[in-house]
């Protein structure tokens, strides 16, 4: 059994590699945006994403967990739980993320229907593929609020989500046993702790799973749990108590039963570990099973609440799906689009969708929720509830702009949250943290620009006076965390680790804690820069001088001597001296090289133009970068001598020719990378979405707008890809986009009228996000060199 799963695996990857997702829909309606998105979209190639059941941000995710390729590295299909080439499906679990990278994350408690009656444990190694079955791909569906599959195994598989319960139906085929199992331990990277308790009177299987681990391989320091979640399952047909088993052992009849994974010697869970149980339905009387379940991350007593008061009993899967897709109409309605052929119509909605679905619903319907301390909290005065899963360092680029663009008080619940986490954790505010965990995984610190950037597009309604203080604490006063290098280099625990060395020699020198000193410097002045931002609206006008700054110390790193070509931004020692410097190399750079990360100044293109040696000088280092010696597009897969836009290092980079004078060179690099990167195919995400980081890039691109600045609301201008689009905000504020041409791709700009008025320049004012207004673009095949050529966006580096 187990070959020729392994043979039908590896058939599915020659043939899943390129194949679109099987969708055959019928002509989308305007009032119904649901039916243009893909969820499989991202499932390969890196993208992490996931196609399972889920509401816009919710705490639920139900979705499959499959099981690892063959000759994978790691257990696992992928972070997301699902990878299109894989085939194996091990359980349908309640909690994911999506586009993370490492490893996974969440993708808790996997419930999986089995036909074979259970006899070795399924944690057991002899257990091998018994209890997964074959998934194929002509037989699944997904849609926002639903995903279905038949399984080879014969049963049926629908799924359905609110924001804090799951609701599934498993039909059963006859002549076959019909378990279901519950793997309470097998979250995504182990656990160190679960329980079960099944109780066939209620028709009740309830239990918790304790687990973290997030990008846990990488440092053993930091492979630990930090986080709790509690289920409550309701069946509507009675079934009978199977057992549980735990590791190896198997206990028939067992109610109870309670066990983890542990994270093994390299961080993922040994082999037979493991703990679980199931229950047993007469697939004569009861073939077809109905269960509804709630989950909290406080207790059990939530997660039954949680379940009351948003799928109580006689709620159907079909009520479920169709409230779900409802919510999601809404969400993604709020930015209506006509014209464009299907496919980019599909992929601009689903990367609308994919930059929608984080950071997730973390408190429970009653506004209790479990903090970073450890205590039950309540929510904030005025917050409407608590978030969590945020990847900052990905994020505070362009997603959490566009979050807060369609819903403000969302954006604001976000940054009182954030504000809520650092406040239970000792006052530090973590990169990157996964439900109550401070992981901190990547570098810098994203959490002044994120909330700068929530502020500058109307997100008004969180603590603005103690988030700033707080922040601005953490960027003065070095702590034992900063200066420990614990979980170094990738997940290093302090908020700035080497703050002490940043403000020694104003920027970071090589040996300092951390993970690329030259990245860690870039990250951090963009960090200043948007804490600066946050100290104008916070009424600190000698914070707002002092960080502004800051935010020019990257000019410590840029050597004009580095190359024989020109100068770069590189690292640089504690004593001043430069050491060897290659810009093909990652060596002191984050997930990019030298060459790529010498364009991260995004605030202050003007003071980065001046160093390079004026426009001329940049504009031919732009070229160089962004296209090959024979003229081509050098947009991703090129070289680390050129842009990857697949990554978030590179992908302020092109809106950079607005600043040079030539914006006719962003609209064709940007359209090159909309066109080479994303399309409507299960690879047509090049590299992880990142919580919708990625996703969100598209969306700005395609709208023909993008906010380069980190904390400010001005917009650059690129070029639409569709006639016309409307975004619409809550308080009713519209913006309007439409781009006449004559030709179905057409990315120059010949002419611009904001608001009715001739225009000539390749920006808009930051009021235009806040008051709304019009953007009527005349578009052609080739460049108009002269429009935007004679002013360019403004540059916000401190005075000098």
């Not at 000698?542 to 004009?560: D, H, I, K, T, V």
């Not at 299960?682 to 023909?704: C, E, F, H, K, R």
Request: contains cysteine; proline residues 8%; charged residues 20%.
């Amino acid at each position: 059994m187990r070959r020729s799963l392994l043979l039908a695996a590896s058939a599915l990857m020659l043939m899943g590699q390129t194949a679109p997702a099987p969708t055959e829909q019928p002509a989308p309606s305007p009032s119904d945006p649901a039916a243009e998105v893909n969820p499989f979209i991202g499932t390969t190639n890196g993208g992490n994403v996931y196609p399972g059941a889920t509401m816009p941000f919710g705490m639920v995710a139900f979705s499959p967990e499959q099981t690892a390729l063959p000759g994978k590295r790691f257990p696992i299909a992928a972070p997301g739980g699902y990878e299109w080439r894989a085939n194996g499906v091990r359980g349908f679990s309640l909690t994911h993320i999506s586009g993370t990278g490492c490893t996974g994350a969440s993708g808790d408690i996997p419930i999986m229907p089995v036909t074979v009656p259970v006899e070795t444990s399924p944690a057991s190694v002899d257990a091998g593929m018994l209890y997964s079955s074959i998934l194929s791909h002509d037989r699944e569906r997904a849609s926002p609020g639903a995903y279905s599959v038949t399984l080879d195994n014969g049963v049926a598989v629908d799924l359905g989500a609110s924001d804090r319960t799951a609701v599934g139906r498993f039909a059963f085929p006859a002549g076959k046993p019909a378990n279901l199992l519950f793997r309470t331990s097998d979250s995504e990277v182990g656990s160190t702790a679960s329980d079960i308790r099944i109780d066939p009177a209620s028709r009740t299987v309830s239990g918790s799973v304790t687990s973290g681990n997030f990008c846990g391989y990488l440092a053993e320091d930091r492979r630990e749990s930090y986080y709790t979640l509690h289920f409550v399952a309701v069946f509507d047909q009675p079934f009978e108590t199977g057992g549980t088993w735990r590791d190896e052992a198997v206990q028939k009849g067992a109610a109870t039963g309670s066990g983890g994974t542990g994270y093994g010697t390299r961080g993922h869970p040994a082999a037979g570990k493991g703990a679980g149980g199931w229950i047993a339905f007469d697939p004569e009387r009861s073939p077809t099973v109905n269960v509804r379940v709630g989950i909290s991350y406080v207790d059990e007593a939530g997660a039954r609440a949680n379940l009351q008061r948003e799928s109580p009993a006689g709620t159907t899967l079909e009520a479920t799906q169709a409230a779900t897709r409802a919510a999601w109409n809404r969400t993604l309605g709020q930015v209506r689009i006509t014209g464009g052929s299907p496919d980019d119509r599909t992929v601009f909605y689903t990367a609308l969708y994919h930059s929608l679905l984080e950071p997730n619903l973390y408190s429970d319907a009653d506004g209790r929720y479990r903090g970073f301390d450890g205590d039950v909290h309540a929510l904030s005065k005025g917050q409407q509830a608590q978030y969590a899963n945020y990847s900052g360092w990905d994020v505070y680029r362009s997603q959490l702009q566009l979050v807060t663009l369609l819903d403000p008080q969302r954006g604001s619940d976000i940054a009182q949250s954030l504000l809520n986490q650092a406040d239970q954790n000792g006052g530090v505010w973590d990169r990157w943290t996964h439900l109550t965990g401070a992981t901190g995984v990547m570098n810098g610190d994203p959490s002044p620009p994120s909330l700068a950037a929530i502020h500058a597009f109307g997100g008004r309604s969180f603590d603005l006076q103690r988030a700033y203080a707080s922040l601005k604490r953490a960027a003065t006063v070095p702590t034992a965390k900063d200066l420990s290098r614990t979980g170094c280099p990738v997940l290093c625990v302090g908020q700035r680790p080497g703050l002490d060395a940043w403000m020694k020699h104003q920027y970071m020198p090589v040996g300092a804690p951390g993970w690329g000193t030259a990245a860690d410097t870039l990250e951090l002045v963009a960090a200043d820069f948007g804490l600066s931002e946050l100290a104008t609206a916070a009424g600190d006008r000698a914070g707002a001088r002092l960080f502004r700054q800051r935010s020019g110390w990257w000019r410590n790193l840029f050597n004009p001597k580095a190359t024989p070509e020109g100068g770069y931004i590189q690292p640089r020692n504690a004593d001043g001296s430069w050491p060897t410097f290659d810009p093909a190399s990652f060596d002191e750079f984050v997930e990019g090289s030298g060459a790529q990360y010498l364009w991260m100044v995004p605030f202050d293109p003007a003071g980065l133009i001046r160093a390079l040696g004026g426009r001329d000088a940049a504009t031919r280092r732009l070229d160089a970068f962004f296209q090959t010696p024979d003229g081509a597009w050098a947009v991703t897969k090129s070289g680390p001598l050129h842009a990857e836009l697949d990554n978030e290092p590179s992908i302020a980079t092109p809106w950079l020719y607005n600043f040079v004078g030539q914006p006719w060179k962003t609209q064709a690099a940007v359209r090159a990378a909309m066109r080479q990167i994303w399309t409507n195919r299960p690879d047509g995400i090049s590299g992880n979405d990142d919580l919708g980081q990625m996703s969100s890039w598209y969306v700005w691109s395609a709208l023909g707008v993008y906010p380069v600045y980190p904390g400010r609301a001005e917009l650059v201008v690129g070029s639409p890809l569709f006639p016309a689009a409307t975004i619409t905000r809550p308080d009713g504020t519209r913006i309007e986009i439409r781009g006449q041409s004559a030709a179905p791709d057409a990315p120059y700009v010949q002419s611009l009228r904001v608001d009715g008025r001739a225009s000539d320049r390749s920006w808009l004012p930051a009021d235009f996000v806040a008051k709304g207004g019009s953007l009527d673009f005349t578009l052609g095949t080739t460049p108009d060199r002269d429009w935007g050529s004679r002013t360019v966006p403004p540059s916000f580096g401190p005075k000098r």
